[in-house]
């Protein structure tokens, strides 16, 4: 790595205030950016009620804010793990609707045919198309099943002030840090949005320049065998629900010699590695899709860009200091 700071994007979780959402947020952001917003689908996952169903893969309203010119300033994305601000007994708001799936594969199809402009009543009738069936109503929830009565998908109401959890999700920035997350975060805190009590702010750095066994190695030794300290340099919340140790096998295993990345890569993604870690690795490895970056998720929240740049700097010389 060069001596100036790296490029690098920012999640920033937020909470806004009661009866304000994300979307006005991103109305605030590209007002002063003399942008746009556009709204997409975002997917997550949560946990499910229904009997023999662990887990819902979902899709929620997200949105995108561009610039004047068409370029990315930032997506506003929900975030499942912000929960204790929320009255989950408040009403649904009025067009807030997500898209659940027990199939991952099936849900990347809905999001591919279902348009996130349509409301709940219309937005899977493309799917059904596909399949060449009708969506019912099911008591206020649409529901799409394919000719043998397997479900395809469920759009239901977004549940008590959904709307309320803010993502603020960066692209890769290679200067000036610090005032582009102030341009993010000063609109968020005049329109009253706070730190909620589970906040982190991750931090993704290009993976290309840790697909080496030298930077690798130490990547791995410093959140393997320094966690605690960690923790404490960066007053990590402990509130946060989607952090774990990296697994105990590669930190042992960095510790060999090794003749070069591939001989490494292969062995370290046969480990379990995982992206709810302190520090993501399944992008450098490989064995995970999305953005090419590996991402450090130990960082408290916040809601001003000095004291998240501050951190950001501190990370960077960690990541640096002895290969």
């Excluded at 946990?47 to 370029?71: E, I, M, R």
């Excluded at 999700?169 to 610090?178: G, K, L, S, Y």
């Excluded at 005032?179 to 931090?203: K, M, N, Q, S, Y």
Aim: hydrophobic share 40%; aromatic share 6%; net charge negative.
């Amino acid at each position: 790595m060069s001596t100036s700071l790296p490029r690098a994007g920012f999640e920033v979780e937020l909470l806004a205030p009661a009866g304000v959402s994300r979307l006005d947020l991103a109305q605030e952001i590209a007002s002063r950016a003399g942008g746009s917003v556009r709204r997409r689908f975002h997917v997550d996952t949560e946990a499910s009620s229904a009997p023999g169903v662990s887990t819902f893969w979902h899709l929620t309203p997200a949105f995108d804010v561009l610039d004047a010119g068409g370029g990315a300033v930032c997506s506003l994305v929900d975030d499942t793990t912000i929960v204790a601000d929320l009255d989950a007994r408040a009403p649904s708001k009025p067009g807030w609707y997500r898209i659940l799936s027990d199939d991952p594969r099936l849900l990347r199809l809905v999001e591919r045919h279902a348009d996130p402009a349509e409301g709940i009543g219309s937005v899977l009738d493309p799917v059904a198309e596909l399949f060449g069936v009708r969506v019912r109503d099911a008591g206020g929830v649409r529901r799409l099943d394919d000719s043998a009565g397997a479900t395809i998908a469920l759009a239901a109401p977004l549940p008590g002030e959904r709307e309320r959890p803010c993502e603020v999700v960066t692209p890769p920035w290679v200067d000036d840090h610090v005032r582009r997350l102030e341009e993010l975060l000063e609109p968020a805190r005049d329109l009253g949005f706070t730190v909620p009590a589970e906040a982190a702010v991750h931090v993704n750095l290009d993976a290309g320049p840790f697909r080496d066994v030298g930077r690798f190695r130490h990547v791995v030794s410093t959140f393997g065998e320094r966690r605690e300290e960690l923790r404490g340099l960066f007053a990590t919340n402990p509130r946060c629900t989607r952090l774990a140790p990296l697994p105990a096998e590669l930190v042992e295993l960095v510790r060999r010699d090794w003749p070069d990345w591939g001989s490494l890569r292969t062995a370290a993604a046969a480990t379990g590695v995982s992206k709810f870690s302190d520090v993501n690795l399944t992008r450098v490895l490989g064995v995970r899709p999305g953005p090419d970056v590996l991402e450090v998720r130990i960082l408290p929240g916040a809601i001003d860009g000095a004291s998240i740049g501050g951190r950001f700097v501190q990370l960077v010389e960690l990541l640096r200091s002895t290969r």
